[in-house]
């Protein structure tokens, strides 16, 4: 059974940064690509960015030069660094997982998640 487990989210000014970690176990994480998503309130889960098994990597527009998607296969654990934050990059952030994709599904569909950290951009 996969499990994630997100930390690193809190609090930040704009123009702040966090480090968002993701540990991830019941699959092979290696060969498995990764993917962030966010839930701003009152608005649907978005794709963010993904990681390939290689290393490859793809960023949705709103984010592309300021976050940047990483993995460390020998910890089970993805990343995702966020620079330069903005009031609406404010939400709740969730990693995933999928063994059977080259990319992640940017429609999220998937039967697992964890339960998400909460990152609140400030002004």
């Known amino acids: 059974q996969v499990q994630l487990v997100e930390s690193g989210g809190g609090l930040v000014q704009t123009g702040g940064s966090l480090r968002l970690s993701c540990a991830a176990s019941?699959?092979?994480?290696?060969?498995?690509?990764i993917g962030w998503y966010r839930q701003a309130p009152g608005h649907q889960r978005e794709w963010v960015a993904s990681?390939?098994?290689?290393?490859?990597?793809h960023y949705a527009d709103s984010v592309q030069g300021r976050f940047t998607i990483s993995r460390d296969n020998a910890k089970n654990t993805g990343y995702l660094r966020m620079n330069s934050l903005k009031l609406e990059d404010t939400g709740v952030y969730y990693c995933?997982?999928?063994?059977?994709?080259?990319?992640?599904?940017?429609?999220?569909?998937?039967?697992?998640w964890g339960q998400g950290t909460q990152v609140t951009v400030s002004s």
């Open positions: 990681i390939t098994s290689s290393g490859g990597t």
């Open positions: 995933n997982i999928d063994p059977h994709r080259l990319w992640m599904d940017p429609y999220g569909n998937y039967d697992y």
């Open positions: 019941g699959t092979k994480f290696s060969a498995s690509a």
